[in-house]
């Protein structure tokens, strides 16, 4: 009876400072959390069940958790957690902003399904625009056109396990090479990324694109390099050509009818020819960057498939 | 597809690349920047800050685009870079 009880008041008290400490969390703002529930699903009903039920099931163990130096560590301890959080909050802000990341994995599966589908299959694709909502572009879950950063991200990892893959099939595979793989893709992707920045600089585009879209925009062709190289793992090399040219044509087609909305004019967008240097300027940058696309998943695949 | 004994094993020919090569690189190229003088040699080729005249239309043009970025790089960079190289150095000369 005696050890009963006093087990489960122990538990009473593992139980309440975690409940406590999570009700603080979701009553807190939402901009203090750093991963803030995106899914819109409703999770008020779900802490509302929860916090009902420890509840109702503490109360009898109230007495024994009346131990004034628990108590005090309890209270220290939530505050200095709250004080650590509120200084990580404020000093990451400075360098990396959450708050608009947030907005480029804001993805469900359905998004992820079609825009997978879009990156191997654009052609019937019709309207490319990005639909606004109220100066704001819409978050990536509710249009298929928006810029995410999820698989690009999911992309990169997964083009680092399947060339750990395929290089452990040449029984050229190490540990260390892995990370080797990673750094330089990487660097080749950062490369990519600011020589697009210097161009855009020195053609003075005027366009809304960041740098975060930028860096989405070069991590979508990850997907199709996965494609050739799992397709010339199955299937050997011919597969792998077959796959690689496949999806490079359509990584160009469909970074060309992404870009065109956002680096031409109105008129050149809508496929009107329009003559002056500007505009024929505009028209090369975005088929380099276009181009540029099927070159670098060549580059980094070729030595994967021997 | 037996292995050619010829081929060596460095297949990652382009795959050494690290973020300090990139970094490393990257110092380089702003030194390189840097080293150019305004009086000396880039009024000499047509790239002062002088011959900067355009229309007040807003058509900068490439090489008005340019030559701001060499000069705006050089007003910047020519403080920092000063430690950034010592930096580097001492690191090269400890670690090689």
Same mark, same amino acid.
């Given at each position: 009876?005696?050890?009963?009880?006093?087990?489960?008041?122990?538990?009473?008290?593992?139980?309440?400072?975690?409940?406590?400490?999570?009700?603080?969390?979701?009553?807190?703002?939402?901009?203090?959390?750093?991963?803030?529930?995106?899914?819109?699903?409703?999770?008020?009903?779900?802490?509302?069940?929860?916090?009902?039920?420890?509840?109702?099931?503490?109360?009898?163990?109230?007495?024994?958790?009346?131990?004034?130096?628990?108590?005090?560590?309890?209270?220290?301890?939530?505050?200095?957690?709250?004080?650590?959080?509120?200084?990580?909050?404020?000093?990451?802000?400075?360098?990396?902003?959450?708050?608009?990341?947030?907005?480029?994995?804001?993805?469900?599966?359905?998004?992820?399904?079609?825009?997978?589908?879009?990156?191997?299959?654009?052609?019937?694709?019709?309207?490319?625009?990005?639909?606004?909502?109220?100066?704001?572009?819409?978050?990536?879950?509710?249009?298929?056109?928006?810029?995410?950063?999820?698989?690009?991200?999911?992309?990169?990892?997964?083009?680092?396990?399947?060339?750990?893959?395929?290089?452990?099939?040449?029984?050229?595979?190490?540990?260390?090479?892995?990370?080797?793989?990673?750094?330089?893709?990487?660097?080749? %992707?950062?490369?990519?990324?600011? =020589?697009?920045? *210097? +161009? $855009?600089?020195?053609?003075? !585009?005027?366009?809304?694109?960041?740098? /975060?879209?930028?860096?989405?925009?070069?991590?979508?062709?990850?997907?199709?390099?996965?494609?050739?190289?799992?397709?010339? %793992?199955?299937?050997?090399?011919? =597969?792998?050509? *077959? +796959? $690689?040219?496949?999806?490079? !044509?359509?990584?160009?087609?469909?970074? /060309?009818?992404?870009?065109?909305?956002?680096?031409?004019?109105?008129?050149?967008?809508?496929?009107?020819?329009?003559?002056?240097?500007?505009?024929?300027?505009?028209?090369?940058?975005?088929?380099?960057?276009?181009?540029?696309?099927?070159?670098?998943?060549?580059?980094?695949?070729?030595?994967?498939?021997? | 597809?037996?292995?050619?004994?010829?081929?060596?094993?460095?297949?990652?020919?382009?795959?050494?690349?690290?973020?300090?090569?990139?970094?490393?690189?990257?110092?380089?190229?702003?030194?390189?920047?840097?080293?150019?003088?305004?009086?000396?040699?880039?009024?000499?080729?047509?790239?002062?800050?002088?011959?900067?005249?355009?229309?007040?239309?807003?058509?900068?043009?490439?090489?008005?685009?340019?030559?701001?970025?060499?000069?705006?790089?050089?007003?910047?960079?020519?403080?920092?870079?000063?430690?950034?190289?010592?930096?580097?150095?001492?690191?090269?000369?400890?670690?090689?």
């Amino acid at each position: 009876m005696d050890y009963t009880a006093t087990q489960s008041g122990f538990r009473q008290r593992k139980l309440q400072p975690n409940m406590r400490l999570r009700t603080s969390l979701v009553d807190g703002s939402e901009g203090s959390q750093l991963f803030e529930d995106t899914s819109g699903a409703a999770s008020g009903p779900q802490t509302g069940n929860q916090q009902a039920g420890p509840q109702a099931a503490g109360f009898p163990g109230q007495s024994i958790l009346s131990d004034p130096m628990s108590n005090l560590a309890m209270a220290y301890g939530s505050s200095l957690a709250s004080q650590g959080r509120e200084m990580v909050d404020k000093n990451l802000d400075r360098f990396i902003p959450i708050s608009k990341l947030k907005y480029y994995f804001a993805v469900d599966t359905v998004y992820v399904g079609k825009k997978l589908g879009l990156l191997v299959f654009p052609y019937m694709h019709e309207n490319w625009e990005v639909s606004y909502q109220q100066d704001t572009p819409v978050a990536p879950r509710f249009d298929v056109n928006a810029p995410d950063l999820y698989i690009p991200a999911m992309g990169f990892i997964t083009y680092i396990l399947v060339a750990g893959l395929a290089l452990g099939t040449q029984n050229k595979f190490s540990p260390e090479l892995l990370g080797v793989q990673a750094s330089s893709a990487f660097v080749w %992707l950062i490369m990519e990324v600011l =020589a697009v920045l *210097l +161009s $855009l600089y020195l053609v003075t !585009v005027n366009t809304d694109l960041t740098t /975060i879209d930028l860096l989405a925009f070069s991590g979508y062709k990850y997907v199709g390099m996965i494609v050739g190289v799992v397709a010339g %793992l199955l299937f050997g090399r011919p =597969a792998y050509y *077959l +796959s $690689l040219l496949w999806c490079c !044509v359509a990584i160009f087609v469909f970074m /060309i009818r992404t870009l065109r909305l956002k680096l031409l004019s109105e008129a050149a967008a809508e496929g009107r020819l329009v003559r002056g240097a500007k505009n024929q300027l505009r028209m090369y940058l975005t088929m380099s960057i276009a181009a540029a696309q099927p070159i670098f998943m060549y580059w980094l695949t070729y030595h994967l498939i021997r | 597809k037996a292995l050619n004994p010829n081929r060596s094993t460095t297949c990652e020919n382009n795959m050494a690349f690290t973020l300090y090569s990139l970094i490393q690189a990257a110092i380089l190229c702003v030194n390189a920047v840097a080293v150019l003088h305004e009086e000396r040699f880039l009024s000499k080729i047509g790239w002062g800050v002088d011959q900067t005249v355009g229309g007040f239309g807003d058509e900068p043009g490439v090489k008005v685009q340019l030559m701001n970025l060499v000069r705006s790089v050089r007003t910047v960079m020519r403080v920092p870079l000063i430690a950034v190289n010592a930096v580097c150095i001492v690191l090269l000369l400890l670690f090689g």
